[in-house]
């Protein structure tokens, strides 16, 4: 039975690896097949971004999405901690600071608003993807998590993401987002940012130009 369960995996693996790359080559074009993002960048946007840096499920190496609610680990709050100080008195004039329903994200928004002040909005749309029957268990390597069996499907996540995004950029008042690894990702591929590395514990600004230009990102 290990073999064929060992099959399956791999079978799984290879096909979410397909619909990864049609997801990919889709949206290469910065979104341009996205009518809602299309008509968001009629005019010049920005936003801040930020990913937490480590919870006991990264520790640990097992899967957390949106169905295990933990929280940042005493690193990771140290981490934020750390993080909210560089922006006392708000010099980047954030108004608002975004986070996703799940405490690991409320907790960096709230560190980070210590700092920038404004006001703290929740947005369901940038909760971590659902990761069905691998939540809370430790993933070998070959195994294809994109597309979790009974969770939420990688497309799904995509469009979720992209509806969080079209939301935010819709506000005029300068927002920060903090957010998931697999959320910040989702954002960067829909913005043609996909193959460009994104490090945890540090704030991104994050440029998008008029009409549908490259956009641009940098360190803050």
């Known amino acids: 039975r290990a073999p064929k369960k060992q099959q399956a995996a791999r079978i799984s693996s290879v096909v979410g690896f397909m619909i990864r790359l049609w997801h990919d080559l889709i949206m290469a074009s ?34 957390c999405g949106g169905g295990l609610d933990i929280g940042l680990n005493e690193a990771g709050i140290e981490d934020a901690r750390k993080l909210s100080r560089r922006f006392k008195n708000n010099p980047i004039h954030v108004k608002k600071v975004v986070a996703g329903p799940e405490l690991r994200t409320i907790q960096l928004a709230d560190f980070l608003h210590d700092s920038v002040k404004g006001k703290i909005v929740i947005y369901r749309e940038f909760a971590d ?92």
């Open 129 to 220: 993807q659902y990761l069905g029957d691998w939540e809370g268990k430790t993933i070998v390597a070959d195994v294809d998590v994109t597309n979790p069996p009974r969770g939420e499907t990688h497309s799904d996540f995509s469009v979720r993401v992209l509806n969080g995004l079209v939301r935010m950029l819709q506000d005029d008042q300068l927002s920060l987002l903090a957010t998931h690894p697999r959320v910040a990702r989702m954002i960067f591929t829909w913005i043609g940012l996909g193959k460009e590395a994104i490090k945890p514990g540090v704030v991104y600004s994050v440029d998008l130009p008029e009409g549908m230009g490259i956009a641009r990102f940098h360190e803050v």
């Open 30 to 63: 910065h979104g341009d097949l996205s009518p809602e993002l299309k008509k968001i960048r009629e005019k010049h946007r920005h936003f801040y971004l930020s990913v937490y840096t480590s919870t006991d499920a990264l520790t640990n190496g097992y899967a």
